[in-house]
């Protein structure tokens, strides 16, 4: 028997002990409130068999001081009289609760006579009345002798003769009950007391014995383990543990066994893991030196970035000198030199402006100060915003922006402003790279818990060798007509970071002299959910309305 099958046997045993000790108090308890209520019963009766005999005295002296003083004792006369017919009301009501509760718990009793004796104590004191209002009549015809007579022969000599027999009855038939429930009550506490002692030290025993048993089948095996435990831990890897049994503890001695067996081939595969490791060492070595080459490269591009922005600064710089210089040579000039000259100085500073905005962004973007407010928004007023900035862009270049997609909401968790913004760059690097005249078209769908937002233009194209360096940090196309296009080559990477931020992703496509295509998919939310908006974002109800098109010269 295994140690599992042991130790479910001991709890069973257990148990069943408990539960055999918990019927014998649950028996006990109801047995002893059934008697003690019993007696209560018996008393109850007693008491009022008592109170019924106190009562009937009274009544008895009432109707002698009444027939004797006369009226003034009439009240004392009714008051005992209710006093005793209450003590015949609660006997009886005492009677029928006995002989219900006896009922409950199949016993019977002469309850029948009980019943008997009360209606027949009735009747007398029935007689009794009538007798007494005869009695009185006589006495107020002023017979006196003659209702002395009536009240010694059918009043006193009754009381006498019937009624406190009866009393005297029913008081001894309690007391006897009383006493016979009280000795059964006795006799099964006597008789319970035993029992339970004797179940009680049975089931001691019984435990006692099983737990004496379990412990021996226990402690030998595991002091042989406990032995072969310590021989291994010395480094006796020979030792065996001499224990061979089918149960928990005997797979246990042949685990020890096998891992003492296998102590020494672990002890090479430690060595050998050592050389492994060696190499590893090695490796991450070489890979170090590889890394620290990285940093070098990185810190050379950082040297790179900083000679870019001086570049960069320093064309828009040179430009407003050259701008300044050319009205201030050879004397005065006319007014329409200056205003000309101020222009392009205008047009140099905004173009240095947003240089410097852009690095600026840049620079909070790389240690994240950025603040972007999340709330649920519908993006196709987002889309909607950023088509308008885009048709002021593009009226100088006389292009259209064809804008083709529902205007159901779709709901998204987005900073409005900032998603904007990215896609405003998006538009104004297609009008950019744009013929004149050539429309730059924006459509967007939903599906698969994204929307899809295109902007393609019919441009000049990017080479397919220059399209994974677009969104890189002041990169611009190579091409002559590409590099003659003003811009600082920041605005799709600051567009790429603001759509990842949004968990969103952006993909571009060109063919050259065709078209560029830009794709953004954004994580769109549920719109059922719009009431119970985190961000306080109004919900609108969905509905379907037409799909539009819009354009701008």
């Given at each position: 028997?295994?140690?599992?099958?042991?130790?479910l046997?001991?709890?069973l045993?257990?148990?069943?002990?408990?539960?055999?000790?918990?019927?014998?108090?649950?028996?006990?308890i109801?047995?002893?409130?059934?008697?003690?209520?019993r007696?209560?019963?018996?008393?109850?009766?007693?008491?009022?068999?008592?109170a019924?005999?106190?009562?009937?005295?009274?009544y008895?002296?009432q109707?002698?001081e009444?027939?004797l003083?006369?009226?003034?004792?009439?009240?004392?006369y009714?008051?005992?009289?209710?006093?005793?017919?209450a003590?015949?009301?609660?006997?009886e009501?005492?009677t029928?609760g006995?002989?219900?509760?006896?009922?409950?718990?199949?016993e019977q009793e002469?309850?029948g006579?009980?019943?008997?004796?009360?209606?027949?104590?009735?009747?007398?004191?029935?007689?009794?009345?009538?007798?007494?209002?005869?009695?009185?009549?006589?006495?107020?015809q002023?017979?006196?002798e003659d209702?002395?007579?009536?009240?010694?022969?059918?009043?006193?000599?009754r009381?006498?003769?019937?009624f406190?027999?009866?009393?005297?009855?029913?008081?001894?038939?309690?007391?006897?009950?009383?006493?016979?429930?009280?000795?059964?009550?006795?006799?099964?506490?006597?008789?319970?007391?035993?029992?339970t002692a004797?179940?009680?030290?049975?089931a001691?025993?019984?435990?006692?014995?099983?737990?004496?048993l379990?412990?021996?089948?226990l402690?030998?095996?595991?002091?042989?383990?406990?032995q072969?435990?310590?021989?291994?831990?010395?480094?006796?890897?020979?030792?065996?543990?001499?224990?061979?049994?089918?149960?928990?503890?005997?797979?246990?001695a042949?685990?020890?066994?096998?891992?003492?067996?296998?102590q020494?081939?672990?002890?090479?595969?430690l060595?050998e893991?050592?050389?492994?490791?060696?190499?590893?060492?090695?490796?991450?070595?070489?890979?170090?030196?590889?890394?620290?080459?990285?940093?070098?490269?990185?810190?050379?591009?950082?040297?790179?970035?900083?000679?870019?922005?001086?570049?960069?600064?320093?064309?828009?710089?040179?430009?407003?000198?050259?701008?300044?210089?050319?009205?201030?040579?050879?004397?005065?000039?006319?007014?329409?030199?200056?205003?000309d000259?101020?222009e392009?100085?205008?047009?140099?500073?905004?173009?240095?402006?947003?240089?410097?905005?852009?690095?600026?962004?840049?620079?909070r973007?790389?240690?994240?100060?950025?603040?972007?407010?999340p709330?649920?928004?519908?993006?196709?007023?987002?889309?909607?915003d950023a088509?308008?900035?885009?048709?002021?862009?593009?009226?100088?270049n006389?292009?259209?922006?064809?804008a083709?997609?529902?205007?159901?909401?779709?709901?998204?968790?987005?900073?409005?402003?900032q998603l904007?913004?990215?896609?405003?760059?998006?538009?104004?690097?297609a009008?950019?790279?744009?013929?004149?005249?050539?429309?730059?078209?924006?459509?967007?769908?939903?599906?698969?818990?994204?929307?899809?937002?295109?902007?393609?233009?019919?441009?000049?194209?990017?080479?397919?060798?220059?399209?994974?360096?677009?969104?890189?940090?002041?990169?611009?196309?190579?091409?002559?007509?590409?590099?003659?296009?003003?811009?600082?080559?920041?605005g799709?990477a600051?567009?790429?970071?603001?759509i990842?931020?949004?968990?969103?992703?952006?993909?571009?496509t060109?063919?050259?002299?065709?078209?560029?295509?830009?794709?953004?998919r954004?994580?769109?939310a549920?719109a059922?959910e719009?009431?119970?908006?985190?961000?306080?974002?109004?919900?609108?109800?969905?509905?379907k309305k037409p799909?539009?098109k819009?354009?701008?010269?």
């Open positions: 028997m295994g140690i599992r099958s042991r130790i046997v001991f709890q045993i257990v148990v069943a002990s408990v539960l055999m000790m918990a019927a014998i108090v649950y028996i006990t109801r047995s002893t409130t059934y008697y003690m209520e007696v209560q019963w018996a008393n109850n009766q007693l008491e009022a068999v008592t019924l005999t106190v009562n009937a005295n009274r008895s002296e109707i002698a009444f027939l003083i006369g009226e003034p004792e009439r009240a004392d009714e008051s005992a009289s209710a006093e005793l017919e003590g015949f009301d609660a006997l009501k005492l029928l006995e002989a219900e509760f006896l009922g409950r718990n199949s002469n309850d006579d009980e019943i008997f004796r009360i209606m027949r104590m009735r009747a007398l004191y029935g007689e009794i009345s009538k007798a007494t209002a005869r009695a009185v009549d006589l006495r107020n002023g017979r006196q209702a002395v007579m009536v009240f010694r022969r059918d009043i006193e000599n009381f006498d003769a019937e406190e027999n009866i009393l005297e009855a029913a008081r001894r038939d309690e007391a006897e009950e009383v006493a016979r429930a009280e000795l059964q009550a006795e006799a099964l506490w006597r008789r319970l007391t035993w029992i004797g179940l009680a030290l049975a001691v025993v019984l435990c006692f014995v099983a737990a004496f379990l412990a021996r089948s402690m030998r095996p595991i002091g042989l383990l406990t072969g435990a310590e021989a291994i831990g010395r480094g006796e890897l020979d030792h065996r543990i001499g224990y061979d049994s089918s149960d928990e503890l005997g797979v246990l042949r685990r020890f066994n096998a891992m003492a067996a296998n020494e081939d672990q002890r090479k595969r060595l893991a050592r050389a492994d490791l060696e190499r590893q060492v090695t490796a991450r070595t070489a890979e170090l030196a590889a890394a620290n080459q990285r940093l070098t490269d990185l810190d050379r591009l950082r040297v790179q970035f900083l000679a870019d922005i001086s570049h960069e600064l320093r064309t828009p710089l040179t430009a407003l000198r050259g701008e300044a210089e050319i009205p201030l040579r050879h004397g005065s000039k006319p007014e329409a030199v200056y205003r000259a101020l392009r100085i205008v047009t140099q500073s905004l173009e240095m402006s947003r240089l410097v905005d852009d690095l600026v962004f840049l620079s973007s790389e240690t994240d100060t950025i603040r972007f407010e709330r649920r928004t519908d993006l196709v007023t987002i889309v909607n088509v308008h900035d885009g048709e002021i862009l593009a009226r100088a006389a292009i259209a922006i064809k083709d997609y529902r205007t159901d909401p779709i709901w998204v968790t987005a900073d409005a402003q904007k913004q990215a896609l405003v760059i998006l538009l104004d690097n009008i950019k790279y744009s013929p004149r005249g050539r429309p730059v078209n924006l459509s967007m769908t939903a599906s698969d818990g994204y929307a899809h937002i295109t902007i393609r233009d019919k441009g000049l194209g990017i080479p397919a060798e220059e399209i994974p360096k677009v969104f890189e940090r002041f990169y611009r196309g190579r091409s002559p007509k590409t590099s003659r296009q003003p811009g600082s080559g920041l799709l600051i567009a790429k970071w603001l990842e931020k949004h968990q969103g992703e952006i993909t571009l060109s063919e050259v002299g065709s078209f560029t295509e830009v794709v953004v954004i994580p769109s549920d059922n719009a009431s119970d908006d985190n961000f306080g974002a109004g919900a609108t109800a969905s509905r799909r539009v819009t354009s701008a010269a």
